[in-house]
């Protein structure tokens, strides 16, 4: 069976996270939701070059939009 896949959008905050954005995610907005537990997604950039928890209020480096 397979089970559908859970994306989410998010936009960059800080100049650290514009320079991942632009550089190691193609600023590509889209991110695949590999794993979430209560309070966290771990999400995987769509061209597959980056990854990380986010809280699922996004957090100073990220909105989740």
Not at 26 to 37: I, K, P, R, T
Request: glycine share 4%; hydrophobic share 35%; proline share 3%.
């Amino acid at each position: 069976m397979k089970t559908k896949k859970r994306f989410i959008n998010v936009a960059p905050k800080t100049s650290k996270s514009k320079n991942r954005f632009v550089n190691q995610m193609d600023s590509l907005h889209a991110m695949e939701v590999e794993q979430e537990n209560d309070h966290q997604l771990f999400v995987v950039s769509i061209n597959r070059k980056y990854c990380f928890w986010i809280p699922k209020g996004g957090n100073e480096h990220w909105d989740i939009i």
